[in-house]
């Protein structure tokens, strides 16, 4: 099990800026960081993590991750969310998986990601043909 620690994540721009996400909080089972960077809180980026074993009903570990990327902007003079940007990512694997089989899933989600044709897609809110 991993303890928690600050997450480095270089972010999309020409020439990528690293920033630091800090460890807010974490039960066993859900993490929480925080770009800290933003002038107000409610600025402040954060990635989540929750890892949840099996149970009744779910069969397999089910991973989320969640991102939240709210934008300020000075309204009155003051630093305000104008709007947000977010994802989640959900993963299942199930229990007897083997290593590599939860290693390639994971492989095979993150090169999609970065795949040209999904960059451009999310990119310019285009959509396949």
Do not use: C
Not at 43 to 49: K, P, V
Not at 50 to 78: D, H, M, W
Not at 118 to 123: A, L
């Amino acid at each position: 099990m991993p303890a928690i620690a600050a997450l480095t994540i270089a972010d999309g721009a020409a020439t990528p800026v690293n920033h630091t996400f800090s460890p807010v909080t974490t039960d066993g089972s859900l993490a929480k960081w925080a770009d800290r960077s933003p002038s107000v809180a409610a600025g402040f980026r954060t990635i989540t993590e929750e890892v949840l074993e099996p149970s009744g009903q779910r069969t397999a570990y089910k991973i989320t991750l969640g991102f939240y990327f709210p934008v300020l902007a000075s309204v009155n003079g003051v630093d305000t969310v104008v709007r947000f940007n977010s994802g989640s990512v959900v993963i299942n694997m199930a229990p007897d998986s083997t290593l590599q089989e939860r290693d390639d899933t994971l492989t095979y989600m993150i090169n999609t990601l970065g795949h040209a044709s999904i960059r451009s897609s999310v990119e310019n809110l285009e959509p396949f043909y």
